[in-house]
Each structure stands twice: as structure tokens, then as C-alpha cells.
Nanobody
Framework: QVQLVESGGGLVQPGGSLRVSCAAS????????MNWFRQAPGKEREFVAS????????NYADSVKGRFTISRDNAENTVYLQMNSLKPEDTAVYYC????????????????WGKGTLVTVSS
């Protein structure tokens, strides 16, 4: 049974940092591109970051480039998103997603999804 379980969300002040994690099980983690998406209230789900199978390639949305860092640990079947210099507009539910057939920023192209973790940036 495939599972992606996000954790680490919470309330953080503007300018602060937070790291969210996603633990994977039920599939060959190292064979999948891993991705983070987010969905703010009243908005569509959007791509945030992706990382290739062995961490050689990362991609970021322009809105988070230079502030967020995606990483993965294939031994632990876990993908991380380190978020620095957080802004109120980063408030959203953050989802991890897995894709077998390489890189994509398309929500509809993901094979597996987690249920999300809420990040709130507010003073």
C-alpha cells in the first residue's frame, strides 16, 4: 500500500524557517522523482519544488527560488523541504507527490500524493 505522509507543518512568523518532511512507503522510493506542491486557500494547487532520483537535479518555482531547498534521503525514504525567509503568501497546505516518469510540474502528472501538512506564516 502506497503511503506519503507529510509532517512538520505549523505556525511560523514572517521571516522564520520551517522544515517539512514526507515519509514514503509502499513503492521503490529511489526510482521516483519527488515533488512538493502547495495549495493556498481559494487557489489552485501549484508546483513548489522537485528533486531527481539521486538528488542530482532540483527545480524550484520562481516564487520560492533562493528561499526553499528540497532534499531527499533514499536510505530513509524521506523527502524534505527546508523553507527559509517565509512570507505570509507562503501560507498553504504543502503536499508531497511522487512521479515515476521523470520531471514534471503538472499536478495531473503525479502518480502518488500525500494528504498534506498546513503551513501558516503569520505574526
Amino acid at each position: 500500500q502506497v503511503q506519503l505522509v507529510e509532517s512538520g507543518g505549523g505556525l511560523v512568523q514572517p521571516g522564520g524557517s520551517l522544515r517539512v518532511s514526507c515519509a514514503a512507503s509502499g513503492f521503490t522510493f529511489s526510482s521516483y522523482y519527488m515533488n512538493w506542491f502547495r495549495q493556498a486557500p481559494g487557489k489552485e494547487r501549484e508546483f513548489v519544488a522537485s528533486i531527481s532520483y539521486r538528488s542530482g537535479t532540483t527545480n524550484y518555482a520562481d516564487s520560492v527560488k533562493g528561499r526553499f531547498t528540497i532534499s531527499r534521503d533514499n536510505a530513509e525514504n524521506t523527502v524534505y523541504l527546508q523553507m527559509n525567509s517565509l512570507k505570509p503568501e507562503d501560507t498553504a497546505v504543502y503536499y508531497c507527490a511522487a512521479r515515476y516518469r521523470g520531471s514534471s510540474r503538472d499536478v495531473g502528472a503525479m502518480d502518488y500524493w500525500g494528504k498534506g501538512t498546513l503551513v501558516t506564516v503569520s505574526s
